[in-house]
């Protein structure tokens, strides 16, 4: 098959989880979710909406109360805007950048965190999850 200039190449469905987005008060943001098996469980619960609890002034957490499954990686370094898994149960979003010695599953990732920080603020904050 061959593409003209105007052609947006295709690439199939199989092959791509799609986007979410992730919405902390008035401000929405555009995620791509990972392709493996935690990001497939996790977005088969969308639309979610979680009381996210804050952890160490860089990320937010919630857990779950069911298992998804698991894809452990030790990431080493976590950037802000990244959406993971720790343990089976616990969904994490990263509001900084930093390096860790601990494993996660990988979800997705916030296409462009600038402003998510601010959105988060410091305390318990309601986010919502939805497929795009």
């Known amino acids: 098959m ?4 105007d052609d947006e190449p295709i690439t199939p469905s199989t092959t791509q989880l799609g986007n979410i987005t992730v919405t ?3 401000r929405t943001f555009s995620a791509t979710l990972e392709q493996n098996s935690t ?4 977005r088969a619960l969308l639309p979610l909406t979680l009381e996210m609890r804050d952890l160490h002034g860089n990320e937010k957490y919630h857990y779950l109360g069911q298992s998804l499954p698991t894809n452990r990686t030790s990431v080493g370094t976590i950037h802000a805007g990244d959406i993971m898994l720790y343990g089976d149960d616990c969904i ?5 950048t ?8 990988r979800i997705g990732h916030i296409a462009d ?3 998510l920080e601010q959105a988060l603020g ?3 904050v309601s986010v919502t999850f939805a497929v795009e």
């Open 122 to 124: 410091s305390g318990t």
């Open 98 to 105: 930093f390096t860790t010695s601990y494993s996660y599953s």
């Open 24 to 26: 902390v008060g008035d």
């Open 113 to 115: 965190p600038d402003g």
């Open 2 to 5: 061959a593409c003209t200039p």
């Open 39 to 42: 990001a497939e469980a996790f």
């Open 92 to 96: 994490v979003l990263f509001y900084e």
